[in-house]
């Protein structure tokens, strides 16, 4: 019997399919150098920060892309502006900047760079103020921190119709400020700062406080000009408490307060040692040594330090006070006018020796 053999032959490549596989594996590099390529553009780091602690780009309000375009370069931050503005394009970010303060990060991709301006996903400043007396003084430092300048901050701390709203009166607006730390964005507008001071007003007078007012049978505003008046009165704090307690006692009786500070006020002058006696004969209702009471508002920004020493005064007989004479910033209290004579004339001689006439 003779077995016939089946033969397979090896499929042997021409040539033809040859040039064929090098023409789509060219392809196919080229595909994938060009899709790394977009990639790179995409999600590829595009910002550069040596120092490693964020660049701040401040981006004013209702800018152009032309702006927006300008901060970047003038930054320095960009490695490929181009790049940049390839994407946005194509993410329509040109059509509606949108204005604030915003860190780049080092290693930032265009991606990520530009999610975040389209956004406006700014990040936020934080704001400190203390120890200052008139809103004025206020407007100047939030001019320095955020965009709007000073006038324009004034402007809102004065408009008597802003105020209304929120319970308050240009002589009354120093009540509202609170100083403290806090975070806001550097676009925010004048009037936006406002009624953010007025919900941190809100917050700060809390049940607790508001119930130890009115066991002083006195308004928060009130509390905070008798606030600003001891703070003004002592540097100490140590001493604030006492010196609240004294003016309550005299509230109490209907006595006159008598209050250096508020006749410095008066003659627009915080720096004088010595009150003079026709200081004191200035007419004013800030004048305390001629009507009885508090007077009209606060004659500075309080502190907060200053509002609890009112709200937890302490108990006790004094009326009167004078600085010491030693200059240390505490004062000698008594409960009479003549323990509080020989007070003074010692406080009077120490100027005197010191030739602190005004």
Aim: one cysteine or more; hydrophobic letters at 40%; a positive charge.
């Amino acid at each position: 019997m003779v077995i016939k053999r089946t033969v397979f032959s090896k499929p042997i490549l021409n040539k033809q399919a040859t040039i064929l596989l090098f023409i789509v594996a060219a392809i196919l590099a080229l595909m994938l150098f060009v899709a790394l390529k977009y990639y790179n553009r995409i999600f590829g780091p595009n910002v550069s920060d040596k120092a490693g602690k964020g660049i701040e780009l401040f981006i004013p309000s209702n800018p152009s892309f032309d702006e927006v375009l300008g901060l970047l370069k003038f930054s320095g931050a960009i490695d490929n502006i181009n790049d940049f503005v390839w994407l946005a394009r194509h993410k329509g970010y040109p059509a509606k900047p949108i204005g604030g303060r915003y860190i780049l990060r080092d290693g930032m991709s265009n991606n990520e760079l530009v999610n975040m301006l389209r956004a406006g996903a700014q990040t936020p400043i934080n704001l400190t103020f203390n120890n200052i007396r008139k809103p004025e003084e206020l407007a100047g430092l939030l001019s320095r921190r955020l965009e709007a300048d000073s006038l324009s901050f004034v402007s809102a701390l004065r408009d008597e119709e802003l105020l209304a709203e929120l319970g308050f009166e240009p002589h009354t607006v120093a009540a509202m400020l609170l100083p403290n730390t806090y975070q806001m964005f550097w676009n925010i507008s004048p009037e936006g700062f406002v009624k953010r001071m007025h919900r941190e007003y809100e917050s700060f007078w809390n049940n607790e406080r508001k119930q130890k007012a009115e066991d002083l049978r006195l308004s928060p505003i009130q509390v905070a000009t008798l606030a600003s008046i001891v703070d003004e009165e002592t540097v100490r704090g140590d001493e604030k408490s006492r010196v609240a307690g004294l003016y309550l006692n005299r509230l109490d009786i209907g006595m006159r307060l008598q209050a250096d500070p508020t006749i410095k006020f008066v003659i627009g002058d915080f720096s004088v040692n010595r009150i003079l006696s026709k200081d004191l004969e200035v007419d004013s209702p800030y004048n305390t040594y001629i009507y009885a009471g508090l007077p009209p508002g606060p004659i500075r920004i309080p502190s907060i330090s200053g509002i609890d020493a009112v709200l937890d005064r302490e108990t006790h007989d004094y009326l009167y006070m004078c600085a010491k004479d030693d200059f240390s910033g505490y004062h000698a209290f008594a409960k009479t006018l003549r323990q509080h004579n020989v007070n003074a004339e010692k406080y009077r001689r120490a100027l005197n020796r010191n030739r602190i006439y005004r």
